[in-house]
T-cell receptor, first 109, second 114 residues
């Protein structure tokens, strides 16, 4: 079956760095997305990785290892507004997105 | 540009009632999707459309129907609502299929079925 695993909840301190991990098992693989979702709002796109390695976008970076079925989202210089859920989603061989349940990130002052 | 809009934002139904959720996008996207989001679970695809006049079933299509008569609109219908359909429904659209085409989401519809 197809499956995405990510931690349910994480806590970090303002100004610190946090890494949110995601492992995936899909029928075929066409890349991995990270979305941010604030409580009560719609998901918004953060990043897409299809090749192995690290993609950096300001304070956010995303890493992919296809051989390990593993990705992480790295958030630096955490701000209170980063408190949100982070959704990992893998694109399978049919170009359907398989979504994880999301990681709720709590930022403490 | 408004992006993706959904109506209504909230709705309470009684078991057995019917309703239609409307999604509209002004980005000229070909692909549109309906998801439901339940606590502790990932987004689950209900139905999707790859273009005007076409629809296809997703992961959890039972109890729902859809129509895409115009490119910019994607309607989700519940013919006979059940408490198991209590959820938050998100519509999304993308320019095309494939990895470099992220999905843009509407604000969601919070549906409660009593």
């Amino acid at each position: 079956g197809q499956n995405i695993d990510q931690p349910t909840e994480m806590t970090a301190t303002e100004g610190a760095i946090v890494q949110i991990n995601c492992t995936y098992q899909t029928s075929g693989f066409n890349g991995l997305f990270w979305y941010q979702q604030h409580a009560g709002e719609a998901p918004t796109f953060l990043s897409y990785n299809v090749l192995d390695g690290l993609e950096e976008k300001g304070r956010f970076s995303s890493f992919l290892s296809r051989s390990k079925g593993y990705s992480y989202l790295l958030l630096k210089e955490l701000q209170m507004k980063d408190s949100a859920s982070y959704l990992c989603a893998a694109l399978d061989s049919n170009y359907q997105l398989i979504w994880g349940a999301g990681t709720k990130l709590i930022i403490k002052p | 540009n408004a992006g993706v809009t959904q109506t209504p934002k909230f709705r309470v139904l009684k078991t057995g009632q019917s309703m239609t959720l409307l999604c509209a996008q002004d980005m000229n996207h070909e692909y549109m999707y309906w998801y439901r989001q339940d606590p502790g679970m990932g987004l689950r695809l209900i139905h999707y459309s790859v273009g005007e006049g076409t629809t296809a079933k997703g992961e959890v299509p039972d109890g729902y129907n859809v129509s895409r008569l115009k490119k910019q609109n994607f309607l989700l219908g519940l013919e006979s609502a059940a408490p198991s359909q209590t959820s938050v429904y998100f519509c999304a659209s993308s320019l095309a299929e494939g990895g470099y085409n992220e999905q843009f989401f509407g604000p969601g519809t919070r549906l409660t079925v009593l």
